[in-house]
């Protein structure tokens, strides 16, 4: 057995793409021959829900500890560096704490994210364990920035680097660090999980309009773009489209509660659960991500494609790796791209229905649990027990 300690600020029932991706990923390792120790907080972006203290599964304990929440990081995400003191000092003490009493525990310690890794980092110091970091962000780098030369530093303390597009390890190398320690993947999802469902009969069952239904999920942050697509709502109010928003996250959270009580083409649900979303995925006839940033990987496009409903999201970062015009559209981040990419297939219903029947093969293709494969590969690697 590969014992493997996880560490990461954002882990379910928090929701979002990298809890997802986290809980995808100690959901592969425990039923393949690893034993999983993750060390999380409590949800700190999503309000009202708590997980359990620790909480016990074959072959896995999580351990979540009580952090102030409030919205903090939302508000303070422009600022990275307060970020970074807010996320990490704490998960460090917590982390090393456990570490003093359990070390024997560990073969690998993944970090996930550049505040894990750094933690990550330390860890594998003091205790003379291998650690890698999984870096879930696309940063952008100017060249000789600060940032940069962080990052740097971090990596290259770590024995190998795991990332999520081939656009993301270009990256990395660009600030120094060997091609050979850096090993890219597609993130996964459960297909049986995230399947399509028919969408009169969810549409009728969740008691969502029979109009063609445009779906955003995620936050309620500027960069996600949420306001392109409320613009859009207001710009097709009379086309017999219907949006409806999912988000209990975010600054802008009010903003659409809002915009729902005013506008009669705009619905409004803040947050479901994590295992209700196909349902809604699966209801939907058109997906939105419309990211203002450059994403590393949508796990929106992900879950939508998985769940038989077509995409249109940013031409940016990533997410032109994950889409092609099989199942998707990709535009430009303004409003009026976004709303004529919607209209084109809400008419060319030929076009449309191709796509919807090209996505469940497409997300086997490309998406399947399969893809864990590289993650698992890469422990083994550092451990001297694969190639």
């Known amino acids: 057995m590969t014992n493997v300690l996880l560490i990461t600020p954002f882990f379910l029932p928090n929701i979002g793409g990298a809890e997802t991706y986290a809980f995808e990923l100690v959901e592969y390792l425990r039923t393949h021959s690893c034993l999983v120790n993750v060390l999380t907080y409590q949800p700190i972006t999503t309000p009202k829900v708590r997980g359990e203290k620790i909480e016990v599964r074959d072959n896995l304990v999580i351990h979540r500890f009580k952090w102030v929440g409030f919205n903090l990081f939302g508000k303070l995400e422009k600022y990275p560096f307060i970020v970074f003191l807010y996320l990490t000092p704490y998960l460090f003490i917590r982390s090393f704490w456990w570490m003093l009493f359990n070390s024997k525990k560990v073969d690998v310690i993944d970090g996930q994210g550049f505040n894990s890794a750094c933690i990550a980092a330390v860890l594998k110091k003091i205790f003379k364990k291998k650690a890698v970091v999984s870096v879930m962000s696309l940063y952008d780098f100017k060249s000789g920035s600060i940032l940069a030369r962080l990052v740097g530093v971090v990596a290259s303390q770590m024995d190998h680097i795991i990332v999520e597009s081939?656009?993301?390890?270009?990256?990395?190398?660009?600030?120094?660090?060997?091609?050979?320690?850096?090993?890219?993947?597609?993130?996964?999802?459960?297909?049986?999980?995230?399947?399509?469902?028919?969408?009169?009969?969810?549409?009728?069952?969740?008691?969502?309009?029979?109009?063609?239904?445009?779906?955003?999920?995620?936050?309620?942050?500027?960069?996600?773009?949420?306001?392109?697509?409320?613009?859009?709502?207001?710009?097709?109010?009379?086309?017999a489209i219907n949006f409806l928003f999912i988000s209990n996250a975010g600054p802008l959270v009010n903003e659409l509660a809002d915009a729902a009580s005013r506008l009669p083409n705009v619905m409004f649900i803040p947050g479901v659960p994590y295992d209700k979303l196909p349902e809604y995925e699966s209801a939907a006839d058109v997906a939105v991500v419309p990211s203002r940033y450059s994403e590393n990987s949508a796990i929106t496009v992900l879950t939508a494609i998985s769940c038989g409903t077509p995409v249109i999201a940013s031409r940016v970062g990533a997410i032109p790796n994950l889409i092609t015009e099989e199942v998707g559209v990709l535009v430009e981040p303004n409003a009026e791209s976004f709303s004529s990419a919607i209209l084109d297939l809400f008419g060319d219903k030929v076009r449309y229905g191709r796509m919807q029947n090209n996505c469940e093969d497409y997300a086997r293709r490309h998406f399947s649990v399969d893809n864990a494969v590289t993650i698992y590969n890469v422990y083994l690697r550092v451990l001297g027990e694969g190639f």
């Open 166 to 239: 081939d656009k993301s390890k270009e990256e990395i190398i660009s600030i120094g660090i060997s091609s050979d320690k850096i090993t890219p993947y597609i993130e996964w999802l459960n297909l049986g999980v995230f399947k399509p469902y028919n969408k009169i009969e969810m549409k009728n069952k969740l008691g969502l309009p029979a109009q063609f239904t445009v779906l955003f999920v995620g936050r309620a942050i500027a960069i996600k773009g949420i306001d392109l697509i409320l613009e859009s709502a207001k710009k097709l109010q009379n086309a």
